[in-house]
């Protein structure tokens, strides 16, 4: 399947897909996309509907609100959401990441800062029950890097978990240059040359270390671990 495929079309929703596809990942379990405030009331109802009743944010707590560009929709009771951010700005260790936190290459780095904030989102994953929806900001950077330790959890190829993470970064960049490096007057060609910068960095980041023995060093038990394979692959 390709990114397009996977894509979902719940009303509102930005760089929303379906990791269900890539390598043996089961259709309807995980799914990745930008914030939550971009969707409409269908859209809610819509991602219920498609068997969604976890929402993991991402973000920081200063980052949760609503914009005045954002429709005014309410969140369904049917479905949870919990806020585990991956940054600690308060961090001395975080804050030398930060010339790199827009890139791949900001991930084993800040997986190594701050294992408990990490394995904290692989918990919610492995205890959550129906469909999980995974999301940040742009649904790029912080959503890929959790996303990369599932696929890899998975088994999916190192090519497969680069080409979603690319197509996270064309999605977000042509949506709104707020949140990509299409900025303006910026051209399709430096978009490009970024795209290629950050893919060969998530490829390396795939290549390092061993997303289960990280996990399993941060605190998770192989109990968890197989029960997200078993999420991700039981058809």
């Not at 995980?30 to 819509?46: D, I, P, T, Y």
């Not at 950050?198 to 671990?225: F, H, K, N, P, W």
């Amino acid at each position: 399947m390709t990114s397009k495929t996977r894509e979902v079309n719940w009303e509102g929703a930005i760089n929303a897909r379906d990791l269900g596809g890539l390598g043996g990942v089961q259709p309807g379990r995980v799914f990745r996309m930008a914030r939550r405030e971009f969707l409409r009331q269908k859209g809610w109802q819509q991602m219920f509907d498609a068997g969604v009743r976890n929402i993991i944010d991402l973000r920081n707590p200063d980052e949760v609100e609503r914009r005045e560009t954002d429709p005014v929709a309410a969140e369904l009771p049917g479905i949870g959401i919990q806020l585990l951010p991956v940054e600690d700005h308060s961090d001395p260790k975080f804050q030398t990441i930060l010339p790199i936190l827009d890139s791949p290459e900001s991930i084993w780095p800040l997986l190594r800062t701050l294992p408990e904030k990490i394995a904290a989102v692989y918990r919610a994953v492995a205890l959550a029950e129906g469909a999980v929806v995974i999301h940040c900001a742009g649904g790029c950077d912080r959503s890929g890097m959790i996303t990369m330790g599932l696929l890899q959890l998975a088994g999916v190829s190192a090519e497969e978990i680069a080409d979603d993470y690319e197509a996270g970064v064309r999605a977000i960049a042509h949506y709104d240059p707020t949140f990509g490096e299409l900025k303006p007057g910026e051209t399709n060609q430096q978009l490009d040359d970024w795209v290629a910068h950050t893919r060969g960095a998530m490829l390396d980041a795939v290549a390092e270390a061993s997303i289960e023995e990280y996990l399993l060093a941060a605190g998770l038990q192989a109990s968890e671990i197989a029960a997200i394979r078993s999420k991700l692959l039981t058809p």
